[in-house]
């Protein structure tokens, strides 16, 4: 129970201390209701460490779980997953300036030096694939702050975070 509940608590401060965006977009003449099984493509290639997606696709089996859908060997769908790490903007800088005149003629020149490390961010992929039908019926594109430095516990909990906001959608109304 312990355990349990410093998982939560663990899971509640990754999410409240840095946001998921999420985009969603679907297919709109897919029919939903006939996707019941699923599996990853064979090839896959998700961009992250093995151990990440070994937790990845743990945590995406537990919730697609929750959702009434079931692992097969003959799926309904394929679920192909792409991530890509990048440098966010960086966003806090202060002003320096030097400027001068007389005689009615003045210049100047100013520059903004940035204050601390830029943010490493993660976008991650999701893409549901129908290959007997429609293809491509459901994507979501996640976006969120990734700790390459984080323990085991913490990224489990941010992937957590992230397959629980991105399914929070699916499938759609």
């Known amino acids: 129970m312990k355990r349990t509940l410093y998982f939560f608590v663990l899971l509640l401060l990754v999410t409240t201390c840095a946001p998921i965006y999420v985009n969603y977009d679907f297919e709109k003449n897919a029919d939903?209701?006939?996707y019941k099984t699923y599996n990853y493509?064979?090839?896959?290639?998700?961009?992250?460490?093995?151990?990440?997606?070994?937790?990845?696709l743990d945590v995406?089996?537990?919730?697609?779980?929750?959702?009434?859908?079931t692992l097969s060997n003959n799926p309904d769908f394929y679920i192909d997953i792409k991530s890509s790490e990048f440098q966010a903007a960086q966003r806090n800088t202060?002003?320096?300036g030097v400027g001068g005149g007389g005689r009615n003629v003045g210049g100047g020149i100013s520059i903004g030096l940035p204050i601390g490390q830029a943010n490493v961010n993660?976008?991650?992929?999701?893409?549901f694939v129908d290959e007997d039908g429609i293809g491509l019926?459901?994507?979501?594109?996640?976006e969120s702050s990734f700790n390459p430095n984080a323990i085991p516990e913490k990224r489990?909990?941010?992937?957590?975070?992230?397959?629980e906001k991105v399914l929070a959608k699916y499938p759609p109304k």
């Open 32 to 34: 939903f209701s006939k």
């Open 41 to 56: 493509f064979g090839d896959i290639q998700t961009g992250l460490s093995d151990l990440d997606t070994k937790r990845l």
């Open 60 to 69: 995406l089996d537990l919730k697609m779980k929750e959702k009434g859908l």
């Open 94 to 96: 202060v002003g320096v």
């Open 122 to 127: 993660r976008q991650i992929i999701f893409d």
């Open 137 to 142: 019926f459901w994507q979501a594109v996640s």
């Open 156 to 163: 489990e909990a941010r992937l957590s975070a992230i397959v």
